[in-house]
């Protein structure tokens, strides 16, 4: 009689095993993104209000030399020839502005600071990244960071315990510090951009509460990015908000606005979170030639100033970090001495005006035209690389779009912020993660951006 043949019964442990080793060896794969993830939330410690040389700084810097690492142990290409182009081009203006300045050794800090930030930082991103489950890891750390950051900021104004704005310790820094009244809403728009990315286009396969955990989130984020009462991260992230809901379809951007709108109107209107000095604070903005705050007035005074040392020397500018140096020379009389810091367990201190607060006019003024073609040319490239590749992506039902959502986004934030600012603070190194992130989407092979 013949035997029975019957298959083999799985072991009901075997296979949890299999996944388990599965699962383990993909986060073991994931170790490069360590570094990256400690230089995405290191800036929100106290002690990183020093400005350069900070945990953050120092966490960049492993990631650097761990990028370089793999790639002598894997002998891999470094970059492909486009990619390396355009993160590259920066360090020319870089290296001119440094070489031609009257000290060079003066000028050697910024050159190390400018090539961390502007070079290296978003190289080993680009590099580090394997695939978009790499990129929403640390797009993650922006979100985790800015929930953090903002719970901090909403706690400070209502307990009166921020930082002084108008005679009351209301403004919203979180652990920042009022010497740097730019970070904690710096952080914040980062991950609100990330968050309400993730909500217009949630990755798939995700499970289903994450959509309106991301919009909830989204919302709740522009509560403290009102109270941060900073005007340029407001336009800023109003402007990034707009190109992102044009890049989703007409429908879906106008149902967001409708809800973005009726959010506003409740918080602000409805609740009254700083409304009147809200409405305030950005009409001091239009206000440069009737009565203007000592702010607007002041950072007016140092764009001229820009402005004339570059018209002094046109081609390669004063030199790096020579801004402080020239600026006497340069300003007009009503420049104040510095701004008032106080509040957030900081006594009144007096901040001395070391740059203009617009990041193209300091570029233009110590680097000149060649440094500034080659910065902007390079920003420009990834921009326009990040939204051409979405578009084609949204018309194949590409399943990374909320990665380019977040790329355009965080890139087009950063383009309109440095209108209003510069680099400086423990944020300064976000800045490089985010052009990263950006240049990544923008740059990479196609297999890796589509391995959703």
């Given amino acids: 009689m013949a035997a029975v043949l019957t298959p083999p019964v799985p072991s009901p442990v075997a296979e ?27 800036p929100a410690l106290p002690y990183g209000n020093s400005g350069g040389g900070g945990p953050a700084d120092v966490a960049s810097g492993i990631a650097v030399l761990v990028c370089v690492g793999r ?23 870089f290296a001119v502005a440094a070489v031609t300045a009257a000290d060079p050794a003066a000028a050697l800090p910024g050159l190390v600071r400018y090539l961390q930030v502007f070079v290296l930082v978003p190289a080993a991103v680009f590099l580090l990244l394997k695939d978009a489950y790499g990129f929403r890891i640390v797009a993650g750390s922006l979100v985790l960071l800015a929930a953090v950051q903002g719970i901090t900021g909403v706690h400070q104004y209502v307990t009166g315990t921020g930082a ?32 309400a990315a993730c909500a217009l286009r949630t990755p798939r396969n995700a499970p289903a509460w994450l959509r309106p955990c991301a919009a909830v989130l989204a919302v709740a984020l522009i509560v403290p990015l009102t109270l941060s009462f900073s005007r340029g991260v407001w336009i800023a992230t109003a402007a990034a908000v707009l190109v992102a809901l044009a890049l989703t379809g007409r429908r879906q951007a106008l149902t967001s606005l409708a809800v973005l709108g009726a959010a506003g109107v409740v918080l602000v209107g409805g609740f009254g979170i700083g409304s009147e000095m809200i409405a305030d604070r950005a009409a001091s903005v239009t206000q440069v030639t009737s009565t203007p705050d000592r702010s607007v007035s002041d950072r007016y005074a140092m764009w001229n100033a820009a402005g004339a040392m570059w018209r002094e020397q046109p081609a390669a500018g004063v030199g790096l970090k020579g801004f402080p140096d020239h600026r006497d020379g340069h300003a007009s009389i009503g420049l104040s001495s510095g701004s008032d810091t106080a509040g957030a367990g900081q006594e009144f201190r007096r901040q001395a005006l070391l740059s203009p607060h617009n990041m193209y006019l300091l570029v ?89």
């Fill in 71 to 93: 790639l002598l142990y894997l002998r891999r290409r470094p970059l492909s020839a486009p990619a390396a182009l355009v993160l590259g081009l920066p360090a020319v203006g």
């Fill in 164 to 195: 002084s704005y108008m005679g009351e310790d209301i403004r919203a820094v979180g652990t920042f510090g009022p010497s740097d009244v730019m970070g904690m809403a710096t952080v914040v728009a980062y991950g609100l951009l990330a968050a």
């Fill in 16 to 42: 949890p095993a299999a996944a388990s080793r599965s699962r383990w060896a993909g986060w073991r794969g994931r170790w490069p993104l360590l570094p990256l993830i400690a230089a995405v939330l290191l």
């Fill in 364 to 452: 233009l003024g110590e680097q000149g035209l060649i440094g500034l073609t080659a910065l902007v040319g390079s920003w420009a490239a990834i921009l326009v690389g990040a939204i051409r590749r979405l578009v084609l992506a949204r018309s194949r039902g590409h399943a990374a779009l909320d990665c380019g959502l977040v790329a355009v986004a965080l890139m087009t934030w950063q383009s309109v912020n440095f209108l209003y600012a510069d680099i400086g603070g423990p944020t300064t190194v976000l800045g490089g993660v985010v052009l990263g992130l950006a240049a990544w989407w923008a740059l990479a092979e196609p297999d890796r951006v589509s391995a959703a």
